[in-house]
């Protein structure tokens, strides 16, 4: 969506020196320049949810916070020690049940008539004249005469929308009847059992990974259909050159005897239909982005890359109770075991990003990942970050706003190291030394797109409305 009516009508830039300058633009790392965006953010999330996040941002900065008839407009409290006044202005825009647009202006006020004649003597095209945001209360001895779109205040938005962490969730999650829950995708034609495995194209820049005995962890961003689709392409490449593959998945250790009588048997739809009746992880309340169709669709590939004669083993290291470093440590107990009982073995991880770490993480107390635990024992052990450019996953987030757990689609950002610039390729990136985070490059995947469960829970009915009793 272009911002062209909102740029040129309600942004722009201001010509004179202020507080304002320059934050209606943000930073390019393409061009490294402060540049003025050029499309409107859509935020896949309701336009409240986004509202009262925005809302949040600024009361923890000290500022009251009004909202008008409809939740749709707010603004806050004036900014203090600033002349002529300023206060923050938010619009909000619904465009779709999960989809919304959220604008944050910083509006100055006026009184001198002298600045007000300045102002209205800027071109059209960098000035928006107070006109434009109807019904916004005034303050003694000034008027509202001016907005800028505040980017800084809109990245922290962004950040809190779409760089917050997944959740992982783990005991407490119970599974449905299978009869409660409805399959999505998966035709007969697409299960055929004779059918190859969809390898695609080699991970350029990849070819130095594949090793007997070598260990790769790749921090999954989760519920997205890129890192599966990237982690076929490299077990195909594996076994390509003749080497016997693991792909350890975050599936808990008790759905193996499961994941073994699917890999042995002919794929198609009886033998899907066992897999997931019988199985606690892929019915869940609440699934989070390690089941995801696009999971399920790798551990297919697998099993078709074994059929074609290439050695290959499924294994899962997660556990379906344990948390903190009681997790970690059964995580990495079980990859031990599983690349011990195939010691010359390419073994590939997927597993969320901080169990990928090789190096202990500074921000949550004495947490030790899995990475961390198993590059001890094995230090030729590497991990890789994913890079990308903005998109969607399937993830379970914490909503403070409902306070409770809602696995949806939500959009996801990269961080600014984490950025995948427009004209980059897909492939990995190495890097001379590893970093502090531990991780000895990144895997460039593109824009995410977000997987869903294959199974999940149908739509609860509305609720039927009983028409009051007439009064007489």
Not at 233 to 241: F, P
Not at 412 to 431: F, H, M, N, V, W
Not at 440 to 453: D, F, K, N, Q
Request: glycine residues 10%; hydrophobic residues 40%.
């Amino acid at each position: 969506m272009r911002w062209s009516g909102v740029m040129l009508g309600l942004l722009g830039f201001v010509g004179c020196a202020g507080p304002t300058r320059g934050i209606a633009t943000q930073y390019n790392p393409e061009t490294g320049q402060y540049e003025v965006p050029a499309e409107e953010l859509v935020y896949q999330v309701p336009v409240e949810d986004a509202m009262m996040t925005a809302r949040h941002i600024l009361e923890t900065g000290r500022f009251d916070v009004l909202e008008k008839e409809g939740g749709l407009e707010m603004f806050s409290s004036f900014i203090p020690d600033i002349s002529p006044p300023e206060r923050f202005y938010i619009q909000g825009e619904r465009h779709g049940p999960r989809q919304s647009v959220v604008r944050i202006f910083r509006l100055r006020y006026v009184h001198d008539p002298a600045f007000a004649s300045e102002v209205r003597g800027t071109p059209s095209r960098q000035v928006d004249i107070i006109a434009d945001f109807k019904g916004l209360p005034g303050l003694e001895g000034y008027r509202p005469a001016q907005g800028l779109r505040d980017m800084g205040v809109e990245q922290r938005l962004l950040a809190a929308l779409e760089m917050a962490p997944a959740l992982e969730l783990v005991g407490g999650n119970p599974p449905l009847p299978m009869r409660s829950v409805v399959m999505e995708g998966g035709n007969e034609e697409e299960r055929a059992p004779v059918a190859p495995p969809a390898c695609g194209a080699p991970v350029e820049g990849a070819s130095s990974l594949f090793s007997a005995g070598g260990v790769l962890l790749v921090a999954d961003p989760l519920g997205t259909q890129e890192v599966p689709s990237v982690a076929l392409r490299m077990l195909c490449e594996a076994t390509s050159r003749e080497l016997p593959v693991t792909l350890a998945l975050s599936i808990p250790d008790v759905e193996q005897p499961l994941l073994e009588r699917y890999l042995g048997s002919s794929g198609d739809s009886s033998a899907l239909q066992e897999l997931l009746s019988g199985s606690a992880f892929w019915r869940r309340v609440y699934q989070d982005g390690r089941s995801s169709r696009a999971m399920l669709w790798l551990v297919e590939q697998a099993r078709r890359l074994r059929v074609s004669g290439k050695d290959v083993a499924v294994v899962a290291i997660d556990s379906d109770k344990a948390h903190g470093n009681e997790r970690e440590e059964r995580m990495a107990q079980g990859l031990l075991k599983a690349q011990a009982r195939r010691p010359q073995a390419w073994t590939l991880v997927l597993t969320g990003s901080v169990h990928a770490r090789t190096t202990q993480v500074s921000w949550d107390g004495d947490l030790e990942p899995m990475g961390s635990r198993v590059a001890k024992v094995l230090p030729s052990v590497r991990a890789l970050d994913v890079g990308f450019r903005r998109g969607t996953q399937y993830v379970c987030r914490y909503s403070v706003w409902e306070e409770d757990v809602e696995c949806n689609v939500f959009g996801i950002s990269p961080s600014l190291e984490a950025r995948q610039a427009t004209a980059q390729d897909a492939g990995l990136k190495l890097y001379p030394a590893r970093q502090p985070d531990g991780f000895s490059g990144r895997l460039y995947v593109g824009a995410l797109t977000a997987s869903l469960p294959p199974l999940q829970a149908p739509p609860r009915p509305e609720p039927v409305k009983t028409p009051a009793p007439a009064t007489k």
